[in-house]
């Protein structure tokens, strides 16, 4: 995938109405049924946006989406429309911030809370573990490492977060209280499916996911449906198969490189984030681009 427009830190799409600028993602109303989402250059580390855009990052970022809302749709639907954005904006100053960045999809209530799949130990799930021996409630086996594979993966919902806030791990019974329990159990079906076939596919293209994150909500005939982002960098934890190794946090496709550049500094996570050198901005987008190219490229 080839880009040539110049970073985009925010859109500005005066034709539409904006409704929310959020951390990466600024969405617009097109009409009653519509959204235009615009996925900007914006990075976000411990919750705060920082000042650097990272070139490429939302082009890569969208088509990854639309590679996996096309490969889920036998499994489950979603909200990307066929309609091309560029149907919607007449200005060609316009028409250049939305090229390659910007979906067209229906307008859904989300569901309130995070859909989200770990196949191995890390990030919370490991600060959990520590201290209870569980995640999220579930029971593991005694004696894992950090980044141990699961004896199989597990659902681990969480509530979502104002912004400038840290989503909260809930246990499933929790999940049950917010939402019902045959809807809970549907969202663990179907997040574990969603999980364990993208799992299977990526470690035969050298990248383990080792947890995502997905974003549900109800169509009109009830319905669950894929919203937002799929199975990014952003909403996902991705490792190079050839360089896992259990008992260490390894190297990643993520923006955990940023993130540990960043505690380098000693930075206390309080906005305004510090700048990005350009190193770290063209390793950063050299690392989006690579996953791109092994998950959606030719095989």
């Not at 191995?120 to 999220?136: E, F, P």
């Not at 597990?154 to 806030?165: D, H, L, M, V």
């Not at 329990?181 to 364990?196: G, P």
Request: proline share 8%.
């Amino acid at each position: 995938m080839t880009i040539d427009s110049e970073p985009l830190f925010k859109s500005h799409l005066n034709s539409l109405r904006l409704l929310q600028r959020g951390k990466v993602r600024d969405i617009y109303e097109i009409d009653e049924a519509r959204l235009l989402i615009v996925t900007t250059d914006r990075l976000s580390a411990f919750d705060v946006v920082l000042p650097d855009p990272i070139p490429g990052k939302g082009a890569i970022l969208t088509a990854l989406s639309r590679f996996w809302f096309e490969r889920t749709r036998c499994t489950i639907g979603n909200h990307l429309l066929e309609d091309p954005p560029e149907s919607v904006l007449a200005d060609p100053g316009e028409r250049r911030q939305a090229q390659f960045r910007a979906m067209v999809v229906r307008r859904l209530q989300p569901l309130p809370i995070e859909a989200v799949a770990r196949g191995y130990l890390i990030g919370s799930a490991w600060n959990d573990y520590q201290r209870t021996g569980q995640v999220c409630g579930i029971p593991l086996p005694a004696g894992l490492q950090q980044a141990d594979e699961l004896p199989e993966p597990i659902f681990t919902p969480a509530t979502k977060a104002p912004a400038g806030a840290h989503d909260q791990n809930i246990d499933f019974a929790r999940a049950v209280d917010l939402i019902g329990r045959d809807s809970a159990e549907e969202l663990r079906v179907m997040t574990l499916r969603i999980y364990n076939d993208a799992a299977v596919y990526a470690r035969a293209r050298g990248i383990i996911i080792a947890d995502t994150k997905l974003e549900l909500a109800r169509a009109g005939n009830d319905d669950l449906v894929l919203i937002d982002e799929v199975l990014t960098p952003d909403s996902s934890r991705f490792w190079p198969a050839d360089q896992y190794r259990p008992g260490v946090s390894p190297p990643s496709f993520d923006k955990q490189f940023v993130r540990d550049y960043l505690e380098s500094l000693g930075w206390d996570h309080a906005p305004p984030g510090p700048h990005l050198p350009a190193k770290i901005i063209e390793q950063t987008a050299a690392k989006y681009r690579d996953a791109y190219h092994r998950l959606a490229g030719p095989s």
